[in-house]
């Protein structure tokens, strides 16, 4: 899964490449995907330029948003503003998903592939201001 930047009327839109893969040998497009609590996600997303799952996702589509986390060309960008390490531990992932523990299910997600944990950037809201911290899950 691919997101691809469209200029329409002079705005900036997304749109997901399903199934098109373009030419043979064509350089994959690097996408910035916000993940983090419905609280601050989107202004979290708006302030940094990243995607969101409403870019590639009509509402929770677990399946489309597990996609975007394990797609090799997607950098990952968590914001942890209001994250509680202590309801994370309580997280069962063979329990289902349900919107009380949407952000729990998408941090075991990253945490479970190696690779999406390596594409992984951690932020924290101080003063209204999205700064990187170090991995907090080491």
């Known amino acids: 899964m691919v ?14 490449g399903i199934g098109s893969h373009g030419p043979p040998n064509a350089s994959k497009k690097i996408s910035n995907i916000a993940l983090g609590l419905s609280d601050n996600l989107f202004n979290f997303a708006e302030t940094k330029g990243f995607f969101t799952y409403r870019n590639f996702s009509n509402g929770f589509q677990q399946d489309k948003i597990l996609s975007a986390i394990n797609d090799v060309n997607n950098n990952l960008h968590i914001n942890l503003t209001g994250f509680s390490r202590y309801r ?14 949407i952000f729990n299910w998408e941090i075991r997600s990253v945490l479970d592939n190696p690779n999406a944990l390596q ?9 209204g201001i999205y700064n990187i911290i170090p991995n907090p899950f080491r």
């Open 119 to 127: 594409r992984a950037t951690f932020y924290r809201s101080v003063n």
């Open 88 to 101: 994370y531990s309580k997280f069962n992932s063979n329990n289902p998903v349900t919107y009380n523990n």
């Open 3 to 16: 997101l691809e930047d469209k200029f329409i009327n002079g705005g900036l839109t997304t749109s997901m």
